[in-house]
């Protein structure tokens, strides 16, 4: 029990100190399988970018601030959250318009309610959580079968695919917001 612990304290303090997640969330499907990868990575991301929300909210606003001071893309996000409210924060966690990591401090600055960042983040990154760890997890279901590995990650790998395609609709719906 101490593991999936560990894993979900590792993967806050990645994501509140910028490291990437894509490693950290096949990690979890390595170390724990496809299910309780996804239940253990997704508990983590969303507690990480949580915690860089309330941060920038209320510890370190002013030095949040001057990270994004000046930049076309989080004033387009700041003026999106404005208008759209909570399709903003989907658009942006589906649409990697905005480094994803820099996006949890920098909404802390917008007018977004802490319980609607919380659950459309948690909503629109499962997903990409789901995809990863499946690839992580090809390793350790395939159990040194080939043929079940292959398979595994080909599975995963049309879910990318699949998830590839929610810019353009995004795009083709809302082409103000990106």
């Not at 905005?98 to 401090?105: A, E, G, K, M, R």
């Amino acid at each position: 029990m101490i593991a999936p612990l560990v894993y979900i304290g590792f993967y806050i303090a990645a994501t509140v100190f910028f490291l990437p997640g894509l490693p950290v969330t096949m990690l979890s499907g390595l170390a724990f399988g496809p299910i309780w990868g996804v239940v253990y990575a997704s508990i983590g991301s969303v507690i990480g970018v949580s915690l860089a929300f309330l941060i920038a909210r209320y510890v370190a606003r002013g030095m949040v601030a001057g990270w994004v001071a000046g930049n076309a893309q989080f004033r387009k996000i700041d003026e999106g959250v404005q208008r759209q409210g909570w399709r903003m924060l989907m658009i942006t966690r589906l649409v990697p318009i905005f480094p994803f990591n820099l996006q949890n401090y920098a909404y802390g600055l917008t007018k977004i309610q802490f319980l609607t960042f919380f659950l459309v983040s948690w909503i629109c990154m499962l997903p990409g959580t789901v995809a990863y760890v499946q690839l992580g997890a090809a390793v350790n279901v395939g159990e040194g079968n080939i043929k079940k590995t292959l398979i595994y990650l080909a599975g995963a790998a049309a879910f990318i695919v699949l998830l590839s395609f929610i810019p353009s609709l995004i795009r083709k719906r809302q082409p103000e917001a990106v």
